[in-house]
């Protein structure tokens, strides 16, 4: 997605330019360097963590941690076949990478962004639907597979034009990476066009007003229902979920925001591409909206203490960080406390009672949603 579009126009207005107009002096290329390399270093190993946390511990293999898990994939695939491919080509303006490559350096990037922002949709969704409707079926892990095949197969399709049209263009002093449009004054940016409203309007929208009435319902005056502590950490678990995938929703509407702005005001304004400091301006779009692919295993370590629990594992040979017996409980399976059959803990959250003449139907149905929705 990323350097489609700016690819096209340099294929189709920079074709008779024998000279490389994107040389950069070698301090600012250093400069770019390490921001862009920060980027990849920490969105390749904080989303690995990340998938090693949820694939590891059968605590963490809920619904909404595999839609995270997929979140987790796409980022990790843009960051480590992407993001350094980009800034090499935006910041020198040559392709080094052969016409295979090309293709897959246009298409891939739409995909995965797709299927991130469509994953945050779908925790979105499910989120309602376990708050607002707690009795209707949940998704199953089967279920949410197929949910996730979905999303991929949409994605294909969506930037399968990027593919099939990329190509690459020898000159005299240069390569080429950039997709031939057949209409190429009108289909590059009638193509943003309905990117920018499949990946990014459309998905906002869904997830502003599912969130928007979720948090209304989580954070209103009155709060339904009984007042017992386990209904109110149950109540306080969720506002904690629901509070982290805003913030991830957010961070990534914020990252992507000023790159749509970038290429629909540079397709109305072609004039634009040829202002002097338009390659700082794509360099800074562009890693602003890279580095979405690095915020979110933060953002979970810092609003998840089971995530958090994970990373003090990954990082426990470090001197500051210290494991506690709670990190460790916080990973494993959950157990019924034996000291009640009716009240759960913290760290075990998961087991009803098998009597069930013990807690009441409506409690076993409260209990039954807690492992969803505490701490994700």
Not at 71 to 91: G, K, P, Q, R
Not at 227 to 238: E, I, V
Not at 307 to 320: D, I, L
């Amino acid at each position: 997605k990323n350097r489609r579009m700016a690819s096209g126009r340099d294929g189709s207005n920079s074709t008779t330019n024998l000279t490389n107009q994107f040389v950069q002096p070698a301090w600012r290329v250093a400069l770019w360097s390490v921001a862009y390399s920060t980027v990849l270093a920490v969105a390749v190993f904080g989303n690995l963590i990340v998938i090693w946390i949820i694939l590891a511990h059968k605590r963490m293999r809920t619904v909404t941690n595999y839609f995270l898990l997929n979140l987790a994939f796409a980022d990790v695939s843009m960051a480590a076949f992407n993001t350094l491919i980009n800034f090499i080509y935006a910041t020198h303006g040559e392709w080094y990478f052969g016409e295979v490559y090309c293709r897959f350096h246009n298409f891939f990037p739409v995909t995965a962004v797709f299927a991130s922002i469509y994953s945050m949709t779908a925790i979105a969704i499910d989120r309602y639907m376990a708050i607002i409707h707690p009795l209707k079926h949940r998704l199953s892990a089967k279920a949410t597979m197929g949910v996730i095949v979905c999303i991929w197969s949409l994605a294909v399709v969506l930037a399968f034009p990027l593919c099939y049209f990329s190509t690459t263009r020898t000159l005299p002093r240069r390569t080429l990476c950039y997709v031939s449009w057949p209409r190429t004054a009108d289909d590059p940016f009638m193509y943003h066009i309905i990117v920018t409203v499949l990946v990014y309007l459309l998905p906002l929208v869904v997830m502003g007003i599912t969130y928007t009435i979720v948090g209304v319902t989580l954070w209103g005056s009155e709060i339904p229902g009984d007042s017992s502590d386990n209904y109110l950490g149950q109540l306080q678990a969720k506002r904690k979920v629901v509070k982290m995938m805003i913030i991830v929703v957010v961070t990534f509407a914020l990252c992507w925001l000023p790159y749509h702005v970038y290429f629909i005001v540079t397709g109305l304004n072609k004039r634009l591409s040829k202002w002097k400091y338009i390659q700082q301006v794509y360099l800074s779009v562009l890693w602003l909206a890279m580095s979405s692919t690095m915020y979110n295993p933060i953002i979970y370590c810092c609003l998840n203490s089971r995530f958090r629990a994970g990373f003090k594992k990954v990082f426990r040979w470090c001197p500051f960080v210290r494991v506690s017996s709670y990190d460790e409980l916080e990973l494993q399976n959950t157990r019924l406390r034996p000291s009640s059959m009716c009240t759960l803990s913290r760290a075990n959250t998961s087991l009803l009672s098998k009597d069930k003449s013990t807690c009441s139907r409506g409690n076993r149905s409260k209990l039954n949603s807690q492992q969803d929705n505490k701490d994700s």
